[in-house]
């Protein structure tokens, strides 16, 4: 059992390696803008539920959504997650149209008691990624003059790459019987590069411009969680559940580099903001068997600065509505503890383009959880189809597979000889 036990930790610790020092994929044009996409860090079984998290309080999962849920763990039991997902995204501008394949591990967690009533998490995740490679080739049409031609044509390339990962470390502590109380402390890592070029005909006396831009993440910050839950004529479960961060320095280095007839570099000190956060989430359970959830979640970017601004990120809001049903917990077949989850949610992009929001994002999921016989371990898989935006210029339609293992095992029993 020892050996196992430490085969496993050395397995764990190379993959949070890997993780931290690679990004995740992704070749979505969309995460050209702010910091690219956002990951709310959902484990396997929150994004089946269409990202229900706020209001869960589970001892077979690790909710690192909400950080008051850490106190359910078992006082005999060690828990390990960690999730991957490939992802097939549809890309269509105009008659144009391109499929995209990318796959990664996407988190790994783990969760133990310290005391009774008192739980620790800790892990590694991703905070955004970026990841693009397009270009468009346009006719300009010039001042006729004598050493000018009447037009020419122009390339624009653009090309991002990198995103933000972060360790996070948390504690929850019960009170009373009915409330916990938790927080999560982060350390964010990570750079995002942005690079945007226009080269002309060779034949014309105009030079090529090329301009990055550069962001370098290296900060802490703090998320507050908090749960009331209380059962009510035996068979109802019925938790509310708090989620707040707030505004934070983004404490990175930043730079814009263009070179081209000339180079220059521009500099950005404490120019860049996170935003406050405040989610809520309504978690309802029937006899062990059906679960069902509610949250949403509110992130003030229009307060915080991008490169010096306040006008160029929007306010998002997000809705997330799911459930799961268990045929019979206490059944003696296998069938009877398979968990089967249904999820929708909503929600408008962070970021503007040409001034203006490009459209609601949605996603609908659906998913499994696959108890191992004997054990308390759970394989989870999920999928879901989702749209990103609805701007003229560029449709997204995607469609994202999930797998993820978390493991629960009895590592604090003390055997008899």
Not at 55 to 84: E, K, Q
Not at 86 to 113: A, E
Not at 119 to 139: C, D, H, K, R
Not at 183 to 210: D, E, K, L, P, W
Request: net charge positive; proline share 3%.
């Amino acid at each position: 059992m020892l050996n196992h036990k430490v085969l496993f930790f050395i397995f764990a610790t190379l993959m949070m390696m890997q993780l931290s020092y690679s990004q995740n994929n992704t070749n979505s044009p969309y995460t050209r803008f702010g910091y690219g996409e956002i990951n709310d860090n959902h484990n396997g079984e929150q994004r089946a539920m269409g990202g229900v998290a706020i209001g869960v309080r589970s001892s077979a999962s690790i909710n690192s959504v909400n950080p008051a849920s850490y106190s359910v763990v078992d006082s005999m039991t060690f828990m390990f997650d960690m999730g991957a997902s490939l992802l097939v995204s549809n890309f269509s501008s105009g008659n144009n149209k391109k499929t995209t394949f990318t796959g990664n591990l996407d988190y790994l967690t783990i969760q133990f008691p310290l005391a009774k009533k008192i739980g620790v998490s800790a892990g590694i995740q991703p905070y955004s990624f970026s990841g693009y490679n397009f270009s468009e080739t346009q006719l300009l049409f010039l001042a006729n003059n004598t050493d000018t031609p009447d037009s020419l044509t122009a390339t624009k390339s653009f090309v991002g790459s990198g995103g933000f990962s972060e360790f996070y470390a948390g504690l929850s502590f019960e009170l009373f019987h009915h409330l916990a109380l938790g927080v999560n402390a982060y350390y964010m890592f990570g750079s995002i590069n942005n690079y945007r070029n226009i080269s002309f005909n060779q034949s014309t006396n105009f030079t090529s411009t090329t301009q990055l831009n550069y962001i370098e993440a290296n900060n802490f910050r703090f998320r507050y969680g908090g749960q009331f839950f209380t059962t009510f004529a035996k068979k109802h479960e019925i938790t509310l559940g708090l989620i707040y961060e707030q505004k934070k320095n983004f404490n990175g280095n930043a730079s814009t580099i263009i070179s081209g007839i000339s180079v220059d570099t521009i500099n950005y000190d404490l120019a860049f903001d996170l935003p406050t956060i405040f989610g809520a989430g309504l978690y309802y359970t029937y006899h062990n068997k059906l679960s069902v959830g509610l949250d949403y979640s509110f992130q003030n970017w229009e307060e915080a600065r991008f490169y010096g601004k306040t006008d160029t990120l929007a306010n998002r809001h997000k809705i997330a509505i799911g459930g799961e049903y268990i045929p019979n917990p206490n059944g003696r077949k296998y069938f009877e503890h398979i968990r089967y989850r249904v999820g929708f949610n909503t929600s408008n992009p962070y970021y503007k383009i040409e001034g203006i929001s490009p459209g609601k994002n949605f996603g609908i999921n659906f998913g499994v959880g696959l108890p191992l016989r004997y054990s308390r371990t759970i394989i989870n898989a999920s999928f879901e189809y989702g749209k990103i935006g609805n701007y003229s210029k560029l449709k997204e339609n995607y469609f994202k597979f999930t797998f993820n293992a978390c493991i629960n095992e009895n590592w604090f029993f003390k055997r008899k000889l």
